[in-house]
């Protein structure tokens, strides 16, 4: 199954660009910045970087020259996508690595028009690499096993979370309130006997006369 790595700092674009594609049965890895983008093109080995021009940390420029100079992302293929309003210079975008520009928001037919090539022209990349490497690619590999991972992480999580919480009740043991005898509350409510006073000295000096 072909690979996307979605980039983009907006959400809407972001939960519209995933709804197009995963409708087409592709996957798709979505980030919100470049950094992340970057570490994200090892483990998730897409097939396609549609980024953002103006994504924070790094950019759509820096991220198409990042993948055009080294020769384990040989196959991936980048596209730009920018707001309506977003300036740049669309022949330094291709001249940085960009395959395909497109504007946002992302209009179905011409999203999926421009990555289709793109997708083929991977997958012979790959297919020519696998060919001079070996049958199995380690990188294939471990992008597969990425993806199960992330797919399943929320489904650990929540059993995880289920189980701690088990745990925790059977481990709390009801103290039971303290109960009072009814001789322990009619004493309680009987009022206190008064101390004897001490008799006046000089009274009692009378007295011993």
Do not use: C, W
Request: hydrophobic share 45%; glycine share 6%.
């Amino acid at each position: 199954m072909s690979r996307i790595l979605l980039a983009d700092d907006s959400q809407q674009a972001l939960r519209l660009g995933e709804q197009i594609l995963t409708g087409e049965g592709l996957q798709v890895v979505s980030v919100t910045d470049g950094a992340t983008a970057l570490r994200r093109l090892h483990d998730a080995d897409p097939d396609v970087l549609i980024t953002d021009v103006f994504l924070p940390t790094k950019n759509g420029f820096e991220l198409a020259r990042y993948i055009k100079a080294q020769p384990e992302q040989k196959h991936v293929r980048v596209v730009f996508a920018a707001g309506v309003a977003d300036q740049f210079d669309e022949q330094d975008a291709k001249n940085a690595g960009a395959e395909a520009i497109l504007r946002k928001p992302f209009e179905a037919s011409a999203l999926l028009a421009a990555i289709r090539p793109l997708l083929a022209q991977a997958k012979a990349e790959r297919e020519k690499q696998a060919g001079s490497q070996g049958r199995f690619e380690r990188s294939t590999i471990r992008a597969a096993v990425t993806l199960a991972i992330d797919s399943a992480m929320p489904v650990m999580i929540e059993e995880m979370t289920e189980r701690v919480m088990l745990a925790l009740s059977q481990q709390r043991v009801p103290v039971p309130a303290a109960s009072t005898t009814g001789a322990e509350r009619k004493s309680a409510s009987a009022p206190a006997e008064s101390a004897p006073t001490a008799e006046p000295a000089s009274q009692a000096i009378g007295d011993q006369r």
